[in-house]
């Protein structure tokens, strides 16, 4: 079974401060992606990034960036010079491509406040 | 390119109403999904369609909770007789196919209240 942990509930900082969104996940499965989704008070998910499992490598959009690390199993996300338009719930997700069904497992969210 | 579409968008019933909400997928995406979001928690696939055929089912609650995608392309998520359990919010999503690293698109969510 798959399991996604996002182990900070709420985190709170101050506009311009750098952020990281910590991601844990579990698999046996050897294929499987993962993504970040943000979710403003609004409702809708937002899709953010989307990273394999083969593909251990960086990557940086403007002023997120995100680290994926196999090892520890690990893909965390991290907003550099956060601004208010920031807040929001951030969720990560691990997508398995075995088996007949193929889905979505979302973590718990992190809820994220940059305050002006 | 338009998104996920969902109807309505807020709802609130009393227990053992019916209630019933509407998706609409992104122009051409063949697997469609509902999941149910209760608050301070991530989302939870409710069931999944590849076409108009059911690919996965095994969270949805039968016994109250039903959903079609009859042509294949819009789908229609029921629930009857509603419980306060099911105060949520129920989010649509699509994606080209059911292929993993295929990005699924979520809608804005029907937010149901259960009085």
């Known amino acids: 079974a798959q399991k996604v942990t996002q182990a900070q509930t709420e985190i709170s900082v101050v506009e311009k401060e750098d952020v990281t969104l910590d991601c844990v996940y579990e698999t046996r499965d050897t294929t499987y992606y993962l993504f970040w989704y943000k979710q403003p008070p609004s409702g809708e998910l937002v899709f953010l990034i989307r990273r394999n499992s083969f593909d251990e490598q960086n990557e940086i959009s403007g002023r997120y960036s995100w680290n994926f690390q196999k090892s520890t199993s690990s893909f965390n996300f991290t907003i550099t010079a956060s601004q208010v338009v920031d807040s929001a719930v951030y969720f990560c997700?691990?997508?398995?491509?075995?088996?007949?069904?193929?889905?979505?497992?979302f973590g718990s969210g992190t809820q994220l406040t940059v305050l002006p | 390119e338009a998104g996920v579409a969902q109807s309505p968008r807020y709802k609130i019933i009393e227990k053992r109403q019916s209630v019933a909400f509407w998706c609409n997928p992104i122009?051409?995406?063949?697997?469609l999904y509902w999941y149910q979001q209760i608050l301070g928690q991530g989302p939870k696939l409710l069931i999944q369609?590849?076409?108009?055929?059911?690919?996965?089912d095994s969270q949805l609650p039968k016994d109250r909770f039903s959903a079609e995608r009859l042509k294949g392309v819009d789908s229609t998520l029921k629930i009857q007789p509603a419980k306060l359990e099911d105060s949520a919010v129920y989010l649509c999503?699509?994606?080209?196919?059911?292929?993993?690293?295929?990005?699924?698109?979520f809608g804005e969510g029907s937010w149901l209240t259960v009085v």
């Open positions: 997700a691990l997508f398995i491509s075995s088996g007949s069904a193929r889905q979505l497992t």
């Open positions: 122009s051409g995406h063949a697997t």
């Open positions: 999503a699509s994606s080209r196919d059911g292929v993993a690293g295929n990005t699924i698109y």
């Open positions: 369609f590849q076409n108009n055929g059911v690919v996965d």
